[in-house]
């Protein structure tokens, strides 16, 4: 089992920037390939970046400029970092584990951008 905790998000206004960062449980957090999704109301969730066990990156076309995502195995973390945050953007954003077919999610942490 995996634990994961999600942290980082809040009120911000438009064309602000935000970390989020999503700490796992585990002595295998290397090997996991980790995600950052979104769901805004009314809408089905959504991945925004990716980031597997060699480091490889995958992002979603429509934030792929304004969006980083790094890991860090020591610490057991990945993080997100957004660029010139718009209101769609708005969104409850989820961390996921996935190792060996099996997945796991965060609670998941809000992300409010307004003025």
């Known amino acids: 089992q995996v634990q994961l905790v999600e942290s980082g998000g809040g009120l911000v206004q438009p064309g602000e920037s935000l970390r989020l960062s999503c700490a796992a449980s585990?002595?295998?957090?290397?090997?996991?390939?980790m995600g950052w999704y979104r769901q805004a109301p009314g809408k089905q969730r959504e991945l925004v970046a990716s980031?597997?066990?060699?480091?490889?990156?995958h992002t979603s076309a429509n934030v792929w400029d304004r969006v980083t995502i790094s890991r860090d195995n020591a610490k057991g973390t990945v993080d997100l970092v957004m660029k010139d945050l718009k209101p769609d953007d708005t969104a409850v954003y989820y961390c996921?584990?996935?190792?060996?077919?099996?997945?796991?999610w965060g609670q998941g942490t809000q992300v409010t951008v307004s003025s």
């Open positions: 996921r584990a996935d190792d060996s077919g099996r997945s796991y």
């Open positions: 980031i597997n066990s060699e480091y490889a990156t």
């Open positions: 585990g002595d295998l957090f290397s090997t996991y390939t």
